[in-house]
Structure formats: structure tokens, C-alpha cells
């Protein structure tokens, strides 16, 4: 696709500024250039078939504003169709629940959850109810409930948690597939991003057939800090938000990122995947902080790879799936749409105020606009 000229780009900013529905458009609409590989028809992680993401927001009154997320790799029943997953850990200073099984046994059984740090508990107990509750499953004595956490309680009431488990399972039976939401809704209600609101935010890409075809879909929550640069500009630095200058935000928070792949990944390679978030990450300016709890959930929906539950024993097991050689590609794209992602969480989000009538500005979009089409254009 042809990068637009510094005259359209200009005038569609002048147009979008003015028109009431600027913060529904996103950046790479506006010109904002995100490295070299195709997305996906919605540039969304339900790119990537059969994934499923249900978001639920709350806001209540002045003090409450915080939300969940849920991500189905697919529609039937997990905990009897497994799929192979991984966890990275960019640093663990965070609370996510499931983290030992997925890595021991290197498959996911259940929805991933993500929602505010203190309802990680009633995220676990939606999960359980949900899983325990779906036919086949009426012997299920265990589930591995998958739930991540960002700290939504500068703007949001966290000590009262407010999420119910019945909440969570509402919002695991509303996913579907299509557009995804982004901004202040599900688990990115109340939360800050370089100093900025912050939120949820996703995207994709889809490799060429000759570098295999497969779909790579993030989609993140984010609630962390660090020099913030979109398109390789120093916006933190412009802005004078940055670690050391914004005494109040300064750059501690955390991130969940989810990578999914219909490519035939197992978990040693799908590791190698989510390590590659991280390199998303950090493009955006992102260091991840001592205080930061930044995780990549990454599993592959190809069916090929689903693992049932039961298994006769001895039975042995056959997959096909990529070699190392074949990683490389895909590598990229994760890098590439966990940038986009991020920076579409923060054009999405919109000023928000919340607990003790504390106020987090919206990201101030025309003045980076406009210093990316000075920079590309």
C-alpha cells in the first residue's frame, strides 16, 4: 500500500480533528506507518480464525473503572480441545494465575482472562464456573484457569473489587468474532499508558503465501510506562512524559500481551514467538520497570494441533508443524502488530476521570500526528 502524501494525510487530519468520531480511527489511518508485512481484513487478533474476544466495561459512578477481557482461541470446548501455548515472562512483577501448567505442559485449556490486579481471584472463579458448566465436562475435577492482570488503581476503586465471577462468565459467553473494541473498555477501562490513558488495543498481520500465509493477531492491555516513540518519533521526550520527568506516573504498570497464530506452531517455537512481543514492546519506548508486570500469553489455533483431553494410553502422537527455519517470518509480524497495538490502544482511549476525581488525558493525537507526517512525509 502506497504511503499517503503530506497533503491528504494533512487534510484528513484536518478533517478527523474536527469530526466527532476522531478517536474511533486509527493510527495507521492516519498515515502512522507500522513496518513492512500486510494485515489482516480487520488488522484485529479475531484475524486469526476462530478466535473469540468478549469485553466487559464498567463504569460506575465516580470511583469505579475497570472491566475484563476474554480471548477464545476457539469456539468449542477448550478443556476437552486443547491448544498448544506458551508464556514469556518480560518481568514478573505481576499476578498471572495458570502460568506453571501452561508452561509445563505447554497447552491451554481454558479462556484467558485479563482484568484488574485484586479481581484476578474472581477471574479464576468465572473461569472454573464457566469451564465446569460446559457439556462433556461433568466429571472436570481441575481446570487451569489462565487470568492476567494490569493495576487499574490509580483511576478505579481496585480494593473493593468490583468484578464478580458471574461477570467473567458473562463476558467469556459474549465473545465473538469480528472488530474488537479498543480504548477504554474490558480490562483497558482505567488504565495508563506512558503517562497517557491507556487501554486495550489490537492488531495483525498476514504473511505472503510464498512465507506461508499463516495470520498473526495481538491484542494487549496496557498500563505501563517509558519514553513513549510512535513511528521511530520521540513523543515521551516532546511531550515531557517520560521516566524521571513525570514524577507522577513515572514508568512502573504492566502490560499482558496475547499472540495468536493459526500457523502450525508448537509451544517451544511459540515461545520463541511471544519472546518477540517484548521487541514490540520495547519499540514503542516501553523498559519494562522494576514495578511492571509485563506477560505474552502466545498459542496457535491450527486444528491440526488441538489436543484432546482424554488419550488413550501409549497411544503415540503425530503433528505436523514449522521447523526453526520457518520461524523467522512470523517473528516479525508479532514484532510489527505488538507496536500497532499499543499505539492503537492509545489513539482509541479518550480522558478519563475517575477515583478521587484523578484525571488521565487522553493521548494528545494531533500533535503526534503531526510530528510523524514532519518526520515520514
Request: one cysteine or more; a negative charge; aromatic letters at 6%.
Amino acid at each position: 500500500m502506497k504511503s499517503p502524501s503530506a497533503l491528504s494525510l494533512l487534510i484528513t487530519l484536518l478533517f478527523l480533528t474536527m469530526h466527532p468520531s476522531f478517536s474511533q480511527t486509527r493510527p495507521r489511518d492516519l498515515g502512522v506507518p507500522f513496518g513492512i508485512l500486510p494485515i489482516g481484513p480487520l488488522n484485529s487478533i479475531t484475524d486469526v480464525p476462530g478466535v473469540k474476544v468478549g469485553q466487559l466495561t464498567k463504569i460506575e459512578g465516580q470511583d469505579i473503572r475497570t472491566g475484563v477481557t476474554a480471548i477464545l482461541p476457539h469456539g468449542d470446548n477448550l478443556f476437552q480441545q486443547k491448544v498448544p501455548a506458551a508464556i514469556f515472562v518480560g518481568n514478573g512483577f505481576g499476578k498471572l494465575a495458570g502460568v506453571t501448567q501452561v508452561q509445563e505442559l505447554g497447552n491451554l485449556e481454558s479462556p484467558i482472562i485479563l482484568t484488574n490486579t485484586l479481581s484476578v481471584a474472581a477471574g479464576i472463579e468465572g473461569v472454573v464456573r464457566y469451564s465446569l458448566s460446559q457439556p462433556g465436562n461433568e466429571f472436570v475435577q481441575s481446570v487451569n484457569a489462565v487470568v492476567g492482570e494490569t493495576n487499574d488503581g490509580y483511576l478505579n476503586d481496585i480494593r473493593s473489587m468490583h468484578i464478580s465471577p458471574e461477570e467473567v462468565v458473562q463476558t467469556i459467553q459474549s465473545a465473538k468474532t469480528g472488530q474488537v473494541e479498543e480504548g477504554n473498555v474490558g480490562a483497558g477501562t482505567g488504565t495508563v499508558c506512558f503517562g497517557w490513558k491507556g487501554g486495550i488495543g489490537t492488531a495483525s498481520r498476514r504473511l505472503p503465501e510464498s512465507l506461508g500465509g499463516h495470520t498473526v493477531g495481538i491484542l494487549v492491555q496496557t498500563n505501563f510506562g517509558g519514553n513513549l516513540q510512535i513511528a521511530g518519533v520521540p513523543v515521551g521526550e516532546k511531550l515531557g512524559k517520560y521516566p524521571f520527568k513525570d514524577a507522577l506516573e513515572k514508568s512502573d504498570g504492566s502490560c499482558m500481551i496475547v499472540v495468536a497464530t493459526d500457523a502450525p506452531v508448537l509451544e517451544r517455537n511459540l515461545e520463541r514467538m511471544a519472546q518477540r512481543a517484548m521487541m514490540g514492546l520495547a519499540k514503542t519506548g516501553g523498559i519494562a520497570s522494576n514495578g511492571s508486570g509485563d506477560y505474552v500469553i502466545a498459542f496457535s489455533t491450527h486444528e491440526g494441533l488441538r489436543i484432546p483431553h482424554s488419550i488413550p494410553s501409549q497411544q503415540l502422537q503425530k503433528a505436523e508443524f514449522l521447523g526453526n527455519e520457518d520461524m523467522t517470518a512470523l517473528f516479525m509480524a508479532v514484532i510489527e502488530a505488538t507496536e500497532e497495538a499499543i499505539i492503537n490502544s492509545l489513539f482509541a482511549a479518550e480522558t478519563m476521570v475517575g477515583k478521587e476525581n484523578r484525571k488521565i488525558e487522553a493521548l494528545p493525537r494531533e500533535k503526534v500526528l503531526e510530528w510523524v507526517k514532519k518526520s515520514h512525509y
